[in-house]
């Protein structure tokens, strides 16, 4: 019966990866495959938010689409977390919800700002300063994060799309498989490491630099969850780090390296 379980959450992660950011990191091998072939990569650039369509409520339509779609898998995986109680969980009323398990709610907001601005703050400036040595030593591409045309809803989807992005990874790369690997038998350090391992895959599309600087974010965020058991303050700083490089980048055309 342990047997059959355990081979059931292994082919659910399976399902969830290949739809979402397990495809994305072997896309992301293969993107940077491609990009090394063609010119040192240096010479590369990586855009994280282009524009879909000329015609401007086209490419805003495509936009807010892309962001929707894009959380279809996180609605699975607390779906997923939901079929089945956790005799290891401790709470009122509360072990049946996906949601309560993984930290993903409204409980703290206070301390889950606080720990999600010091968290943003820890790991912004070494990843600017990564993304300037990995561009200086010639294995970082030029990152765009913004290439969308200047319309009245560019800064709200550049907003939208950085929470995508944080609600996506932390849920998924941290807060499920760690769940999961977990129900595997392996150790926490096991876990955290193959989590920012992953993390790091799904950005080679931009370089070694960014794999590097990602996979140490994912060490210091599986840390930080497996003390907390709250995705949420890992949320708050992903979508805060994205939100500034997005945004900032929109506004001020600087090239900040961060995705």
């Known amino acids: 019966m342990l047997v059959a379980s355990t081979r059931r959450l292994r082919a659910e992660v399976l399902i969830v990866l290949g739809l979402s950011l397990g495809q994305s990191a072997v896309y992301s091998v293969v993107q940077l495959l491609d990009k090394m072939s063609r010119a040192p990569l240096a010479q590369g650039t990586s855009t994280l938010n282009a524009s879909r369509n000329t015609r401007e409520y086209f490419d805003l339509t495509y936009q807010l689409l892309d962001i929707i779609f894009a959380l279809v898998p996180v609605v699975l995986v607390f779906y997923f977390l939901s079929l089945h109680r956790d005799p290891s969980f401790r709470g009122p009323s509360e072990s049946e919800s996906g949601f309560q398990r993984l930290g993903f709610t409204l409980a703290r907001p206070r301390r889950d700002l606080l720990q999600g601005l010091g968290l943003a703050a820890l790991i912004g400036i070494p990843s600017l300063a990564l993304y300037a040595a990995g561009r200086a030593m010639?294995?970082?591409?030029?990152?765009?994060p913004s290439?969308?045309?200047?319309?009245?809803?560019?800064?709200?989807?550049?907003?939208?799309?950085?929470?995508?992005?944080?609600?996506?990874?932390?849920?998924?790369?941290?807060?499920?498989?760690?769940?999961?690997?977990?129900?595997?038998?392996?150790?926490?350090?096991?876990?955290?490491?193959?989590?920012?391992?992953?993390?790091?895959?799904?950005?080679?599309?931009?370089?070694?630099?960014?794999?590097?600087?990602?996979?140490?974010?994912?060490?210091?965020?599986?840390?930080?969850?497996?003390?907390?058991?709250?995705?949420?303050?890992?949320?708050?700083?992903?979508?805060?780090?994205?939100?500034?490089?997005?945004?900032?980048?929109?506004?001020?055309?600087?090239?900040?390296?961060?995705?």
């Open 138 to 144: 010639g294995i970082t591409t030029a990152i765009i």
């Open 147 to 259: 290439a969308l045309d200047a319309y009245w809803w560019t800064v709200p989807v550049l907003i939208l799309s950085a929470v995508r992005h944080a609600i996506v990874e932390e849920v998924i790369v941290v807060g499920y498989l760690l769940d999961r690997f977990g129900k595997f038998g392996w150790s926490t350090p096991l876990a955290i490491g193959l989590s920012a391992l992953l993390r790091g895959s799904y950005h080679l599309y931009q370089g070694f630099g960014p794999f590097i600087g990602n996979a140490v974010m994912g060490l210091v965020f599986g840390w930080v969850y497996s003390r907390t058991r709250r995705v949420m303050p890992l949320v708050v700083a992903h979508a805060l780090l994205d939100i500034v490089a997005f945004v900032g980048f929109s506004l001020f055309g600087k090239a900040v390296g961060l995705g």
